[in-house]
């Protein structure tokens, strides 16, 4: 099999950080060049934990202000309790916003802790991958046409936050996008547009540091004996830069009301994928 260098690492790095945030499936198209690459053995691991944090880089870039106003209301928060005061988790958008994200991330939790390996063994099954990508077009299809869209942070339920963190759960099928899934859960529930994308993206950083710390135990184990560092290194800040890049066009692409300009790729692929599967 073939080993990472610098060609299929930038394609790696570049697909990694389009599809993690474009509703397309990050994992989908990954288990697909890997495939028609012919790439295996540890190294690869080690590849896709580094490209994972080369998304959430670009995560942080785009979106730091939030961040570090969500760490202030944690210490504000941890302060609060200290003084006797309670979480007080209504004071501000802020606060309760921090709290929506750790209800949705709850959920998306136990999926992965449960069923993490379960999901994993689809990678190599392209007739799953393909019928992941359907699935996805389809949700947009529908998020699309039927979403509501006219709820912000304020008028946020527990029961918006889970059912978002639930989609973001399922999007571990190879072919699930996590940003369509989120999305779909977000619009269905009747958040607004602006909302429901900042809200998408936001909850991606403990999914993908969960991510991170779940494979990282793995990658150590393997060990990084044969891994080219060069390409690794590479891949990553394609992989950080393309998701910028990504993050912003699906900003402008939710607002726009153009989802289903994805469901239609997507749609399309997964159908060549389970052709491909059913004659292969």
């Not at 959920?107 to 799953?128: C, H, K, Q, W």
Request: with cysteine; aromatic share 10%.
């Amino acid at each position: 099999m073939e080993a990472i260098n610098y060609f299929s690492a930038t394609v790696l790095g570049l697909v990694q950080g389009l599809a993690e945030f474009l509703p397309i499936s990050s994992s989908g198209h990954l288990a697909l060049l890997q495939h028609f690459f012919g790439i295996e053995g540890d190294s690869v691991l080690v590849f896709a934990v580094l490209l994972h944090m080369g998304t959430l880089v670009s995560v942080f870039i785009v979106y730091w202000r939030d961040v570090v106003e969500l760490f202030a209301e944690l210490v504000a928060c941890i302060k609060d309790i200290a003084a006797g005061k309670g979480p007080r988790f209504y004071s501000n958008p802020t606060r309760k916003l921090g709290l929506m994200i750790i209800i949705a991330t709850i959920p998306t939790a136990i999926i992965g802790l449960l069923f993490n390996d379960t999901f994993e063994s689809f990678y190599s099954r392209m007739g799953v991958v393909g019928a992941g990508l359907l699935l996805t077009g389809t949700i947009l299809w529908v998020a699309e046409r039927f979403g509501k869209n006219d709820k912000g942070i304020e008028e946020m339920s527990f029961v918006h936050a889970i059912i978002v963190g639930v989609m973001q759960g399922l999007a571990i099928t190879p072919g699930v996008s996590r940003s369509g899934s989120t999305l779909f859960g977000g619009l269905i529930g009747g958040l607004n547009r602006e909302f429901a994308v900042r809200f998408a993206f936001l909850i991606s950083i403990p999914s993908i540091l969960g991510s991170f710390v779940m494979e990282l135990p793995d990658a150590i184990k393997m060990g990084t004996q044969g891994v080219s560092w060069g390409p690794v290194i590479v891949g990553m800040i394609v992989s950080a830069v393309s998701g910028l890049v990504a993050i912003k066009a699906m900003i402008k692409i939710v607002s726009g009301k153009k989802l289903t300009m994805f469901s239609f790729y997507t749609w399309t692929l997964g159908i060549i994928v389970i052709v491909y599967a059913l004659i292969v």
